[in-house]
Antibody, heavy 122, light 106 residues
Framework: QVQLVESGGGVVQPGRSLRLSCAASGFTFSSYTIHWVRQAPGKGLAWVAGISYDGANRYYAESVQGRFPISRDNSKNTLYLQLDRLRAEDTAVYYC???????????????WGRGALVTVSS | SYELTQPPSVSVSPGQTASIICSGDKLGDKYVSWYQQKSGQSPVVVIYQDNKRPSGITERFSASNSGNTATLTISGTQTTDEADYYC?????????FGAGTKVTVL
């Protein structure tokens, strides 16, 4: 079954860290660029970060640059997002999403996980 | 940073046509994707590369993109189409989403 499954969410205090994982199955994980997209409670989708198929290229939203390093382990078919120095405004459901490449680097997200909820609260 | 603007809500009667606009500077020069998100569920792509439908998406969904505006059209709207819809484009290597439009079928 082709799927992405997030894990690692939870409640964490401001300033602390958390690591999210996204386990892929049913497709050749190492062939795809994968992204993290988050959604704060009652709000819209916001792109967080992306990593190329081989891990050589990583991209970040300004709001998380320097705080949320993205990585992957293709031998384990797993994507990671390290959430450091967390803030209340980072509270959200975090989705991983597979990108299908398009012309000029403008792909689209064809496969999404169910999401992992991260709550930052004291 | 690049911004995409969508109306917060659109209401439509069953069987009628709903149109959702997404605007951005020179948006027509970019590829636009549209995502449907039903309550409590993950997003699903309904349109990619401006006007292409993924396999399994009903023909009732169509879209266009030109100038500064992209439009998602839902024909013969059904109650099952009630959802939030997000447009998305790329600003370099950064993905940008619109704020979303809630479609209500009255």
């Amino acid at each position: 079954q082709v799927q992405l499954v997030e894990s690692g969410g939870g409640v964490v205090q401001p300033g602390r860290s958390l690591r999210l994982s996204c386990a892929a199955s049913g497709f050749t994980f190492s062939s795809y660029t994968i992204h993290w997209v988050r959604q704060a409670p009652g709000k819209g989708l916001a792109w967080v970060a992306g990593i190329s198929y081989d891990g050589a290229n990583r991209y970040y939203a300004e709001s998380v640059q320097g705080r949320f390093p993205i990585s992957r382990d293709n031998s384990k078919n797993t994507l990671y997002l390290q959430l450091d120095r967390l803030r209340a405004e980072d509270t959200a459901v975090y989705y991983c999403a597979r990108e299908i490449p398009g012309g000029g680097g403008q792909g689209y997200f064809d496969l999404w996980g169910r999401g992992a909820l991260v709550t930052v609260s004291s | 940073s690049y911004e995409l603007t969508q109306p917060p809500s659109v209401s439509v009667s069953p069987g009628q046509t709903a149109s959702i606009i997404c605007s951005g500077d020179k948006l027509g020069d970019k590829y636009v994707s549209w995502y449907q998100q039903k309550s409590g569920q993950s997003p699903v792509v309904v349109i990619y590369q401006d006007n292409k439908r993924p396999s399994g998406i009903t023909e009732r969904f169509s879209a266009s993109n030109s100038g500064n505006t992209a439009t998602l059209t839902i024909s013969g709207t059904q109650t099952t189409d009630e959802a939030d819809y997000y447009c998305q484009a790329w600003d370099g290597s950064t993905a940008v989403f619109g704020a979303g439009t809630k479609v209500t079928v009255l």
